[in-house]
Every structure is written in C-alpha cells, then in structure tokens.
C-alpha cells in the first residue's frame, strides 16, 4: 500500500509540475505584496487565554503567548516565538517554548527549535488492529460488564440490577438460600471503579526538537533535517484508587498484554530519533499558516536507534500531499470572503520494533497525531483509537471566511466543516477499500494576525465524538 501511494503521489506531482507554472519568486526572500496588510511590520504580540475542551482530555486552562517580528524580505514573517503553560481536568499536561526563525544567524537555513514537558495522565490504549469492539469497550469503562477475566461461571450470570450497588445472578432463583455472597455479582458501581482505568495509562515525556531546512535553489522544492529527543515514562494504573474510590483498579489492558515497550513501566525510556524529509511546498510564502492555494507535499522519514541514543530501533516513513484551492474567488472576494477547499492524504509505514507508547504517533515535516483519532485523524474517535504499523489517512476541509474585524491586529472568522476517514493494518496487504473509519465535524478557525492560528471543533463518528481547541490548521 505505502509503494503504491508513493508512486500516486510522486505521479500527482510529476503532472503538477508540468502543467502549472511554478513559483517565480525566490523562496523566502520575495514578500508578497502586503496590501491590506500595513499593520503587519515590526514586532507584534499575541497572548491569549487557553480554555478549552477535549473529549479525551477534559476542560483546559493555561495561556499562549506569542511574538512575532515581521520584516520586508521575509515571509511569512522574520521569526516566530511562543511559549504555553497548559493542563486539563484529566490529567493532560503541554508546557513548551518554540522559536521559528527564517535566515537564522544571516544563513539561508530556517531553524525551528521547540522543547517541553507533556504528561498525559489517561493517555490510551486499546490495542492494535483496525477493529475493535467499541460498543462493548464503552460498556466495560462504564461498569455495565465485566472484562473476560472476571466474567462470572455461566451459572452465576446477571439476573437482575438494584441500583448501581447490587446485582442478583441466576443463583438467586435456583438457590436464593446460598450461603455468602454466592447470589451477588459485583455491582455496576464495583466494576466501574475497578474497570474505568482498563484502557488507559499514564504516560510522561519531556521533548526537545531541533530542524532546520531551506529550499532548493530557485525552487519549490526544499530539504528538511532534525533530530528529536524525548525521554518516556509509563505507569499503570493496576492497584491504584481513583478519587473517590473504594475498589482499586484490577490489572490494566498493558499490564495483561505487556506489549513491546512495557519495560518503560520500570525504568525511564529514551526514544530519540533523527529526521529527514524532501517536499515540494508551492503554497503562497506569505500564507504559509493559512493557505490559499497551492500544493504541500512531504517525504518525511525518522530512524530511531541505537545510534541515536534510544532503547528501541524502529524506523517510521509518513508520505504526505496537501492540497488547497480558492474557489471562486472573484465572486467571494468582492463581499470582502474567501472560500478554501483544501485536502490532505497520508499514509505511514513502522518497521522494527516500535513501542507500544510510541506506535500510533504519526509525525510529518509540520503536524503530529496520535493514531487514527483525536485531534489530528480521524476527527470523531478517541485518541490511538485505531493504530498498527501502517496507517492511512484522509482528510477533506471547506473553510469559509465569513468576516473579518481590525481590533487587535486584525482577526479573520473562518467557518469550518470537514470529512474524514482512516484505516490502519499490520501490513501493506491489509490496506483495502473496505472497514475505513469516518467521521464528520465543522466549527470555527480564528486567523490573528496571519500567522496565529485558533481551532475550535467538534466531529462526530458512528460510535462517539471528538472535539477540541487547539493551534493551527490540521494541515
């Protein structure tokens, strides 16, 4: 599958290429013109308050401040940098400082340099594979039925609920004088607090990542290099009480499958890698956040040893094309609106011995997911939903700016609506047109000042929902 969506992609290009001019102006040195823009010189500020909900992380709080200087000659500005405190009512922790800079220390070279602390206090896992039983895993995290080692003999099934604190079996109509508790099955309540951690885990990363990249002469083309470190930390939940609860929590999914990289649950686990990657990138410079126009495309690989520092080898290889179109942009132009359809296909293929913590995480020159849901998949499913060592992904967006205010720099309101769909398999040969995954959503993007960029959503699957607040386009 992934050769196959090689060969489409560089086909995809090669007819690009040939039938639409490429850019003229010189990569990064030439603005485009800045009319309707005259605010946008110097250094400017932007900070704003993060309240915010995630289905899988719960509200938010914190703040993001950013800074970014802008200057004729360089787009889509001079550099760019922020800093963020951030943590959720589920546990989900991001702190981190980012610093974007064009022509670093009078180079030609782009630097971007990020590093942080996350925690995800109920990060999730369900296993691998394109199915799985979401009905029955809701039920489970509910309390509504025992997981299969603690599902009662045939004789002692459930027969009837008082409540949430007491459950009869069929022992109580056969032998409703049984000594003990032999007529008791645990009580919706029990296998809630026993149960409401089964798929989950806490998982802590400090990070650091350092790129740099510039383009290829005269060209669209450009190369791209990095490394990243992160250091990881697993616990399980097993014999741990939950606030408020008074049975502890029985052995986790991890800890009964104890999967490639459960030893992260012992010591502390290094997972750094080097990066590389070579895109064609004929978006306008100066819309670099917020296209219009244009096609974006990467080759990006990760190797992961070793020789890097690492306790695991495993190499991941993601192909990514993004595309955007402005649509009728006399008609909509002229009411002072702009319509964008833009798209995204990505395919990621694992190889080695990858873990567990580690396998749904899909990285690309600019965006980064985790499996087949959250925020940056399929927009409808829990995070790591769906993960296995080759994912494909699909992504459809319409943004329509409906209107636009001066105050503070100028804001743009961007209605939001999109299609996805996904489908992950152990190899190539499991990628088929069949059991793909799909989710539909909409909401609202704020752009401030051109290169700050507020998302606010929420898509519905078959099976749940999925919304967020977050940062930039998802691609």
Same mark, same amino acid.
């Given at each position: ?8 992609? @560089? ?83 991001? $702190? ?5 800079? &064009?022509?670093? @220390? ?6 971007? &340099? ?10 999730? #896992? ?5 199915? $799985? ?86 060209? =669209?083309?450009? #190369? ?24 502890? =929590?029985?052995?986790? @999914? ?78 909509? =132009? ?37 499996? &087949? ?41 961007? &209605? @939001? ?18 059991? #793909? ?10 752009? #401030? ?27």
């Amino acid at each position: 599958m992934m050769r196959t969506l090689f060969a489409l992609l @560089l086909a995809l290009t090669a007819v690009q290429l040939h039938a639409v001019e490429p850019e003229k102006d010189p990569p990064v040195e030439t603005p485009k013109k800045k009319g309707g823009d005259p605010g946008l010189e110097g250094f400017k500020v932007t900070g704003l308050p993060l309240i915010s909900f995630s289905t899988d992380d719960g509200f938010g709080y914190g703040v993001r401040a950013y800074g970014t200087y802008y200057e004729e000659g360089y787009a889509p500005f001079k550099f760019q940098a922020f800093a963020q405190y951030y943590k959720t009512t589920r546990g989900y922790e991001y $702190h981190e400082v980012s610093l974007d800079a &064009l022509k670093f @220390l009078g180079t030609p070279l782009r630097l971007r &340099l990020d590093g942080g602390f996350e925690r995800t206090l109920n990060a999730q #896992w369900y296993g691998y594979g394109n199915y $799985h039983d979401l009905a029955r895993i809701k039920q489970i995290k509910n309390g509504e039925i025992p997981i299969n080692e603690n599902t009662p003999p045939n004789t002692k099934r459930d027969l009837y609920q008082y409540d949430q604190n007491i459950t009869l079996n069929n022992l109580a109509l056969t032998n409703p004088f049984g000594s003990g508790n032999q007529i008791f099955n645990p009580s919706q309540r029990v296998l809630r607090e026993s149960q409401d951690k089964y798929f989950y885990y806490d998982r802590i990363r400090p990070f650091i990542n350092i790129s740099t990249e510039d383009f290829i002469g005269d060209t =669209n083309f450009k #190369w791209f290099a990095g490394v990243r470190g992160q250091r990881y930390k697993i616990q399980s939940y097993q014999g741990d009480y939950d606030n408020g609860n008074t049975v502890a =929590n029985i052995k986790t @999914l991890i800890d009964n499958e104890r999967p490639y990289g459960y030893d992260a649950t012992q010591d502390r686990k290094y997972v750094n890698g080097v990066r590389g990657a070579i895109a064609y990138d004929s978006r306008p410079r100066d819309r670099e956040s917020n296209p219009n126009g244009g096609i974006f495309t990467d080759i990006h690989v990760e190797g992961v040893g070793k020789g890097t520092g690492s306790h695991y080898s495993f190499t991941r290889t993601t192909v990514t094309w993004r595309q955007y179109f402005d649509v009728a942009p006399s008609f909509f =132009n002229s009411f002072d609106k702009e319509l964008v359809i833009g798209y995204r296909l990505l395919g990621q293929e694992t190889s080695g011995d990858v873990p567990f913590f580690e396998a749904g995480r899909i990285y690309t020159m600019r965006e980064s997911a985790e499996g &087949l849901g959250g925020n940056g998949g399929v927009r409808g499913y829990s995070a790591n939903q769906f993960v296995d060592k080759d994912m494909v992904i699909g992504n459809l967006e319409m943004r329509l700016t409906t209107f636009k205010i001066s105050a503070l720099g100028g804001m743009d309101f961007v &209605l @939001l609506g999109y299609h996805d769909e996904g489908r992950v398999g152990a190899s190539r040969r499991e990628i088929d047109m069949d059991n #793909w995954h799909k989710a539909n959503g909409g909401g609202v993007r704020i752009v #401030w000042q051109k290169n700050t960029i507020i998302n606010i959503s929420y898509g519905r699957s078959k099976y749940g929902a999925n919304g967020n607040f977050s940062f930039n386009h998802l691609f």
